[in-house]
């Protein structure tokens, strides 16, 4: 395990529904980030937290919406989605340093119909 | 802007099998280098980190070799096995004001047959 928790593992909803994804990690790391995964192209960061403050958005539509709570938690919130936001959505977190390593969760596998 | 590509895309072997998958990227001013493995329904693992002032690195099995002038690294991995079935990814790593960034390629879908 890598002590990155993420839930739920699946998700389907609809263009009009309002959901959460949940991060958790259990490694004492202080920076968090969110990841998509589409199918056929690389993994594509979101968001980077740093200490709770966001420190990268790559230009991600206003429809996801992070939060960062403390170190050990990280949500996205989603709201109006379109099809074509079905993906793995993964978080992981890392300590910062030289030799930082990113550790991942296991991912929520979206659908949105 | 930063490209990473992987080939193969993917790659079947049999069991046994010394293999080499290739990554390469367009921008040279890297930080450092990392080798991922992710397993189906599961998120990535770390396999080697190679910082940008090393050439290799070994871990078990595989081997990581780096060569930032000409932008490619290559993992290496000697008698392959049926658990080694995976998709493998590299990531180039940027230094930034607000952490590391990094970039991933789109993999390499590995399979070992028996």
């Known amino acids: 395990e890598t002590g990155v928790t993420q839930t739920p593992r699946h998700l389907v909803m609809g263009m009009t529904n309002k959901k959460s994804l949940k991060c958790e990690q259990h490694?004492?790391?202080?920076?968090m980030y969110w990841y998509k995964q589409s199918a056929k192209k690389p993994l594509e960061l979101m968001f980077v937290?740093?200490?709770?403050?966001?420190?990268e958005n790559n230009s991600v539509p206003s429809r996801f919406s992070p939060e960062c709570p403390n170190s050990s938690h990280l949500f996205l919130h989603l709201h109006t989605l379109q099809p074509e936001d079905s993906a793995l959505y993964l978080c992981a977190s890392s300590q910062p340093g030289q030799q930082e390593t990113q550790y991942f969760g296991p991912g929520t596998r979206l659908l949105v119909l | 802007k930063q490209e990473v590509t992987q080939i193969p895309a993917a790659l079947s072997v049999p069991e046994g099998e010394n293999l080499v998958l290739n990554c390469s990227f367009t921008?040279?001013?890297?930080?450092?280098l990392q080798w991922f493995r992710q397993d189906p329904g599961k998120g990535l693992t770390s396999l080697l980190l190679?910082?940008?002032?090393?050439r290799e690195q070994t871990s078990g099995r595989l081997n990581a070799s780096l060569d930032k002038s000409s932008g490619r690294s290559t993992l290496y991995i000697a008698a392959s096995q049926p658990g080694d079935s995976a998709t493998y990814l590299c990531?180039?790593?940027?230094?930034?004001?607000?952490?590391?960034?990094?970039?991933f390629g789109t993999g390499t879908q590995l399979k070992v047959e028996l």
């Open positions: 921008d040279s001013a890297i930080y450092n």
């Open positions: 937290y740093n200490f709770k403050e966001q420190t």
């Open positions: 990531a180039v790593i940027r230094l930034t004001g607000g952490g590391n960034k990094l970039t």
């Open positions: 190679i910082q940008s002032s090393q």
């Open positions: 490694l004492g790391h202080n920076a």
